[in-house]
C-alpha cells in the first residue's frame, strides 16, 4: 500500500478557509489535467514511492494538527482515500485538494474535500466533474480560479446551475494575471456570497519557490 510522493513539507496554509494555518502538506505525484496556469508542474513526474504508514509517520513528526493532501492530483492515485482514513486517525483535520475531475464520493466525510472547478482559460473546462458538487457537505469547499472575465461568468454560471452545499465558496484570481481589485469589484456589484481567496503564500514567499 503506497503512494509516489513528490514532497512532504512543513509551512503556512495559504488558500481555502484555513489560510495562514500552520500545516503539513503532503504533495502526491501525478497530474491528469494540464492547466494553463499550473504552478506544481514540478510534481507531474518526479517522486518517490512511500509507504501508507511511512508518510503518516513522517507527518506525525512536524506536530502539527492540520494536513493537506494535495498535488498534481492526489484522486488519481489508488490508495489516496486509505492514506486520508489513515491520517483522520491521528486526530488531525485533513483537507483534500481535487482538481474536480475525479469522484471524490470515496474519501472519507471527515475530510475537508475542497474541489478545484476548471474555468475556461485553464484549458481543462471540458474535464470538470460537476456531479461532484452534489457530493459535497457543509464542511467541504469549492474554488474557481479566475484568469479573466469570460471565467468569472463561468463560474457564476456554474453556481446558479448547481446546487452546491459547500461551507465556502472561493473566487481566486491567477497570481499575476487577474488584478485582485478587478474580481473584487465583480463580486461586490453581483453581490455574489463567494469568498475573495489570495494566495498568500504566494505574497509572503517568492512566488516561485517550492516547499512553502
Avoid at 89 to 102: F, Q, R, Y
Avoid at 106 to 116: A, M, P
Wanted: glycine content about 6%; some cysteine.
Amino acid at each position: 500500500m503506497s503512494l509516489k510522493v513528490n514532497e512532504i513539507f512543513y509551512s503556512i496554509q495559504g488558500e481555502s478557509s484555513y489560510s495562514g494555518l500552520p500545516c503539513v502538506f503532503v504533495r502526491l505525484t501525478g497530474c491528469n489535467l494540464r492547466c494553463s496556469y499550473c504552478d506544481t508542474k514540478y510534481a507531474y513526474e518526479d517522486g518517490d514511492e512511500m509507504e501508507v504508514d511511512e508518510i503518516v509517520n513522517r507527518v506525525k513528526s512536524f506536530n502539527c494538527s492540520l494536513v493537506e493532501v494535495t498535488g498534481g492530483e492526489p484522486m488519481i492515485q489508488q490508495e489516496t482515500p486509505l492514506l486520508i482514513s489513515e491520517l483522520l486517525k491521528c486526530e488531525s483535520k485533513v483537507l483534500l485538494e481535487t482538481n474536480g475531475s475525479c469522484d471524490i464520493s470515496t474519501v472519507d466525510k471527515g475530510c475537508v474535500r475542497i474541489v478545484d472547478v476548471k474555468c475556461p482559460s485553464s484549458g481543462e473546462v471540458d474535464k470538470n466533474d460537476l456531479t461532484n458538487l452534489a457530493k459535497l457537505t457543509e464542511v467541504d469547499e469549492l474554488k474557481f480560479v479566475i484568469g479573466d472575465r469570460p471565467d468569472y461568468e463561468y463560474a457564476k454560471g456554474v453556481l446558479s446551475k448547481c446546487e452546491v452545499k459547500a461551507r465556502y465558496v472561493h473566487f481566486s484570481p491567477i497570481f499575476n494575471v487577474l488584478d485582485p481589485v478587478d474580481l473584487a469589484e465583480w463580486i461586490l456589484k453581483d453581490h455574489l456570497p463567494v469568498r475573495l481567496q489570495l494566495q498568500l503564500h504566494k505574497i509572503v514567499w517568492d512566488p516561485n519557490q517550492r516547499g512553502v
